[in-house]
């Protein structure tokens, strides 16, 4: 079975410009998580969705936008990029919300915004 | 405030030596705690959950252990190999389950030497 897809893997942007991030589930998964993981630091939490509802949002500014579809699939959205956006982002699916089983990550788009 | 640190940030071994990685959290009030594994450049690899209820968790060379009432978590690597040579993240999942985000350390960047 494939595991966690992230498109594209990796990603150019201009400061001011709005970017669209893209993820596929482990089939079966309802639960898709994002992650911002900036150069030497730990992943952080983002958002989580769950049966097409957010569950949960970090402490992120508005700039930042998610949702999830019918088929579980998701998209992030990022508006009016940063320098400080420059990250490597994570999408993460699970069964469930409950972490019972463990997290599934996909390899992340790398974003650079100049 | 959940605060998960980890110690030390790097670690170089030669190939054989045993080794430990150490975690420690704030707020001992976590769902599970979770060790993963990240290579150069990719996503995450989950290596062990370990539930709030249990005290540690084995998997073939890896060990890791709980203790909510200090704050501390531990990953045992036994008879290290030059391909364990990653960073290795401790989080911890801090909510009711159904809606808790992961928490993550900045991770340690381990080395070993053939």
């Known amino acids: 079975d494939a595991g966690v897809t992230q498109s594209p893997t990796h990603l150019i942007k201009t400061r001011g410009q709005q970017v669209t991030l893209r993820c596929s589930p482990i089939?079966?998964?309802?639960?898709v998580s994002w992650y911002q993981q900036v150069l030497g630091q730990g992943p952080q939490f983002i958002f989580q969705?769950?049966?097409?509802?957010?569950?949960g949002r970090g402490n992120f500014p508005d700039r930042f936008s998610a949702r999830q579809f019918p088929n579980y699939s998701s998209e992030l959205n990022v508006n009016a990029l940063l320098l400080g956006d420059s990250a490597l982002y994570l999408c993460?699916?699970?069964?469930?919300?409950?972490?019972?089983?463990?997290?599934?990550f996909g390899n992340g788009t790398r974003l650079t915004v100049t | 405030k959940q605060e998960v640190t980890q110690i030390p940030a790097a670690l170089s071994v030669p190939e054989g030596e045993n080794l430990v990685l150490n975690c420690s959290f704030t707020?001992?009030?976590?769902?599970?705690l979770q060790w993963f594994r990240q290579d150069p450049g990719k996503g995450l690899t989950s290596l062990l959950l370990?539930?709030?209820?249990?005290r540690e968790q084995t998997s073939g060379r890896l060990n890791a252990s709980l203790d909510k009432s200090s704050g501390r978590s531990t990953l045992y690597i036994a008879a290290s190999q030059p391909g364990d040579s990653a960073t290795y993240l401790c989080?911890?999942?801090?909510?009711?389950?159904?809606?808790?985000?992961?928490?993550f350390g900045q991770g340690t960047t381990l080395q070993v030497k053939p």
């Open positions: 707020d001992s009030a976590i769902y599970n």
């Open positions: 370990i539930q709030s209820s249990q």
């Open positions: 089939s079966g998964h309802k639960s």
């Open positions: 969705y769950y049966e097409k509802e957010e569950r």
């Open positions: 989080a911890a999942l801090h909510g009711s389950g159904n809606t808790g985000k992961l928490i």
């Open positions: 993460a699916s699970s069964f469930r919300p409950v972490y019972n089983s463990p997290l599934h």
